[in-house]
């Protein structure tokens, strides 16, 4: 079978860890070029023995036989660079998200339905070994037909201010991983969002427009119900934790460790806190996602996480900024009507 040509456009923190993936991992793929802005981040294309490096997407694109391209670059230029790779006719994978403004997503998902090449967002936390096992025991009804399901997601520190200025906002950033997998483990659509916040965790984040910590409940359209709490710093690491509640039973995800080991003492009971970083917790999560990604593109099958699965995400994180501002719950058909 020959192999398939792929290229990587953005070499920040995922841009490297998807590079080194599929140089390492994969060895039905090659990687023939990468793409950064940064001067230095050719001496990371050599580190890998990828023979073409270049600072322009269009130069990227151009690369001869080449199949399909993984973009890693700032929010800011996905949308473009997705409407560019598929007119090229090139297969795409695009980290979150495909952009902050709805109309422009459905404008870009347009191009790719018309174009016909494979599109895949970039949700890892859904290859995540222990979330998709939840996942399967919710389809093979081990919990009955999930009534609540609960997402803690509580990152280690803050951004800094200028990247919470670009990013389009915590529910757009940070949330937007658990609004998929809210619907993602429960199989079912979000109908109405009610999110409160607040600023407890830096005041210049409110400064800039912001929130750090929030409570959302979704309803979805059975009813049934999730609820997510996030926070953007939580001292003691990176905390991870799902709970789906069924009819039959409940089932858990608790947080990854360093180890499991525990001290009993006559002072107490002591052991690891969790992994501290999302490239930590989220290493194996970011080799199967690339896995299925590549799977989908050699039995020619849909990919696992598509377009409309983000075009709902970024919709019910418009849903959640707007019942904040307004106090209210917000219907998804006012956000996507």
Do not use: W
């Amino acid at each position: 079978m020959n192999k398939i040509n792929v290229a990587v456009a953005g070499l920040g923190r995922i841009g490297k860890i998807h590079l080194k993936n599929l140089c390492r991992n994969f060895p039905e793929i090659k990687v023939i070029a990468v793409m950064d802005v940064m001067d230095e981040s050719k001496a990371i294309a050599e580190e890998f023995n990828v023979p073409n490096f270049t600072k322009d997407f269009d130069e990227l694109l151009a690369t001869p036989d080449l199949d399909a391209v993984v973009i890693c670059s700032p929010t800011d230029t996905h949308a473009d660079f997705v409407v560019k790779a598929a007119k090229a006719g090139k297969q795409i994978f695009c980290e979150k998200p495909l952009d902050l403004s709805l109309d422009r997503v459905q404008e870009v998902l347009k191009i790719v339905e018309e174009t016909g090449v494979k599109l895949m967002l970039g949700f890892n936390r859904r290859f995540d070994p222990e979330f998709k096992k939840i996942r399967q025991l919710v389809v093979n009804d081990a919990v009955g037909d999930p009534q609540i399901v609960k997402i803690t997601s509580r990152d280690p520190g803050p951004p800094p201010v200028s990247y919470v200025k670009v990013s389009g906002g915590m529910f757009l950033d940070m949330t937007i991983h658990d609004f998929d997998m809210a619907r993602y483990i429960s199989g079912k659509q979000v109908k109405e969002v009610f999110a409160k916040a607040a600023v407890k965790v830096d005041p210049e984040i409110g400064e800039a427009g912001d929130v750090d910590t929030a409570v959302i409940t979704l309803t979805f359209e059975d009813d049934s119900l999730a609820v997510i709490d996030n926070c953007r710093k939580a001292v003691y690491g990176y905390d991870q934790r799902l709970e789906v509640f069924g009819s039959k039973g409940m089932a858990q995800a608790e947080n990854n460790f360093p180890n499991n080991h525990k001290l009993f003492t006559e002072n107490g009971i002591s052991g690891d806190l969790p992994l501290h970083f999302f490239l930590e917790r989220y290493d194996a999560s970011y080799n199967l996602e690339i896995r299925e990604f590549i799977d989908a593109l050699v039995n020619n099958e849909d990919m696992p996480v598509d377009g409309t699965d983000g075009l709902m995400s970024i919709a019910i994180g418009l849903a959640a900024k707007k019942s904040v501002d307004e106090g209210r719950p917000v219907a998804l058909t006012e956000i996507l009507s």
